[in-house]
């Protein structure tokens, strides 16, 4: 029997604090962890992603928990080994208004070719940050890359938030922010409010600044594609606070960026990393499919 096929189970790390400390003077005897920077992101090797054992899952989840995004190369997933991965996380997230492999509302299509006017990903975001339980992370398997581009980068909201003034941590502390979807879905996927996941665009609000269950660690809540405004302040006062995270979370010294090539995968996590999909290859050809795990409302 694939270990794949297995009933989905909680996994031990993901069910309480973790220290870090532990993974990196422990080291790691199944798997090869290689750092993209010192901040975050790292290619795991020697792992087959259709065949996993539960100690080699367990080693995959503690760099995943230190490096916050992880990336495979030479990967063969179906649909439903795809879904059984991303169950090692939880419970899988159907996207609200973005196209499903037909059988599989859990898998978003993911494609750009020539035809293509936006794509999915194209900026600085945080997934599905509108919905109440956003995704915990995602599994991204790209099987078509173009010649050259098309890389992922991502950023690191735990460094966002550790180089925020003492002052202003405090500030942002209490703070909450709405986060909605309307703008950004309706239209983009031709889909309809009325024939959305819930029969409606979702919009939710979350603090400005969230502890990561798992690490303990802080990291800033806030993103480009659906933060709107900063509750219990001044339409000026938001939209200025707001332009400063964004700008501050953005600082290429927070960042990493992963150099697709066919059947690679990317699984990071939503809770602390930003993520943007450069698009960058038009006419080309850039296709996959991802799976995304429910996570907790953010606190």
């Not at 798997?31 to 080699?56: H, N, R």
Request: hydrophobic share 35%.
């Amino acid at each position: 029997m694939n270990p794949l096929d297995a009933p989905a189970t909680t996994p031990a790390s993901f069910s309480g604090m973790v220290d870090l400390a532990e993974p990196r003077a422990a080291g790691y005897r199944r798997i090869t962890v290689d750092p993209l920077t010192p901040i975050l992101g790292a290619e795991i090797s020697g792992v087959d992603l259709d065949s996993l054992d539960d100690e080699t899952w367990g080693e995959i989840e503690r760099a995943f928990a230190e490096h916050l995004v992880v990336f495979f190369r030479d990967q063969h997933l179906s649909p439903e080994s795809h879904k059984a991965l991303g169950r090692r996380l939880g419970e899988l997230h159907v996207h609200p208004a973005a196209p499903s492999l037909k059988g599989h509302p859990e898998i978003m299509i993911i494609h750009a070719d020539e035809r293509s006017k936006v794509v999915a990903g194209n900026g600085w975001h945080t997934d599905v940050s509108c919905d109440e339980r956003p995704p915990l992370g995602t599994i991204l398997y790209l099987t078509t890359l173009p010649p050259t581009g098309g890389d992922t980068m991502f950023a690191s909201m735990y460094q966002a938030y550790d180089e925020l003034s003492d002052t202003m941590k405090a500030f942002l502390t209490p703070l909450q922010a709405k986060h909605e979807s309307r703008h950004v879905y309706a239209g983009r996927y031709e889909t309809k409010e009325e024939d959305s996941r819930d029969g409606s665009f979702p919009e939710s609000v979350h603090p400005v600044e969230r502890t990561h269950p798992v690490t303990g660690r802080k990291a800033l809540y806030v993103n480009r594609a659906f933060t709107t405004r900063i509750l219990g302040l001044s339409p000026l006062e938001s939209r200025s606070l707001l332009d400063m995270l964004f700008t501050h979370q953005e600082n290429p010294k927070y960042q990493c960026r992963f150099r697709w090539r066919p059947n690679s995968v990317e699984m990071w996590d939503n809770r602390c990393a930003q993520h943007y999909a450069i698009w960058d290859y038009y006419p080309q050809v850039r296709s996959g499919l991802r799976v995304s795990v429910i996570g907790e409302r953010p606190e």
